[in-house]
């Protein structure tokens, strides 16, 4: 059994907001050509199933690769996003909230999330 494990394509998110599990963040016009390409890569492939998280930027990404396929997209909750501190908020523009000394607490250790859910309990 192959799996093929991917992440979605590049997002429309003009105001640089970490969106996390936030609805209603879309792909972008390349983000939809990155699907469209990777559904190509994919089509000599034996595909057989799939899968996506419940959100849009996911099931955009993902419907291109089933339909080539003639297969129906599935969703499954389990492959969504870590919960995050700063879901909603932004990078250095808008709120800034990465600059602000009382939110540097959870960047402590990258590789062990300290800003939201441990993978584990996901």
Request: charged share 25%; no cysteine.
């Amino acid at each position: 059994t192959v799996v093929h494990l991917m992440r979605h394509g590049e997002v429309a998110n003009p105001d640089g907001v970490l969106y996390g599990r936030l609805p209603g963040y879309h792909l972008s016009e390349l983000g939809r050509q990155m699907a469209e390409r990777v559904a190509e890569h994919l089509a000599p492939r034996d595909v057989t199933y799939v899968v996506a998280s419940p959100l849009e930027r996911a099931q955009e990404t993902a419907t291109p690769i089933a339909k080539t396929h003639g297969l129906d997209l599935d969703t499954d909750g389990r492959l969504i996003e870590a919960e995050n501190v700063f879901q909603g908020k932004t990078f250095g523009v808008g709120d800034g909230a990465l600059r602000r000394p009382e939110n540097w607490k959870h960047l402590a250790n990258p590789f062990k999330p300290s800003w939201g859910e441990p993978y584990v309990d996901q």
